[in-house]
């Protein structure tokens, strides 16, 4: 993660996320924080993510979640050179299956 980003005010959100139990509680969250678009965002972001582990190519993800081949490239990047925080969630979704 970048440097910038680590401070005392974002590990206070981050401890905040790891307060919640729910699902139920995550949307009453993350609604009080984000507007629509940026959830919208995220999520598409995250399925992004989630097609490209499958081997999907850029055209049919880009066909089925609307986003950009340049969302679909950053989210590659971090895929293949980022925190490992995408695969992280990915594979522990995939255990509660």
Do not use: P
Not at 38 to 53: I, N, P, Y
């Amino acid at each position: 993660m970048s440097k910038t980003i680590r401070n005392e005010e974002s590990d206070r959100l981050m401890d905040g996320i790891l307060l919640l139990k729910t699902r139920e509680e995550a949307y009453r969250f993350f609604e009080d924080l984000c507007t629509i678009n940026e959830l919208e965002s995220l999520t598409q972001r995250f399925q992004v993510a989630g097609m490209l582990k499958k081997d999907q190519t850029y055209h049919d993800i880009a066909e089925k979640t609307g986003a950009s081949t340049a969302t679909i490239s950053r989210v590659n990047r971090c895929l293949n050179y980022g925190d490992d925080g995408y695969q992280l969630v990915l594979d522990r979704l995939e255990g509660e299956k």
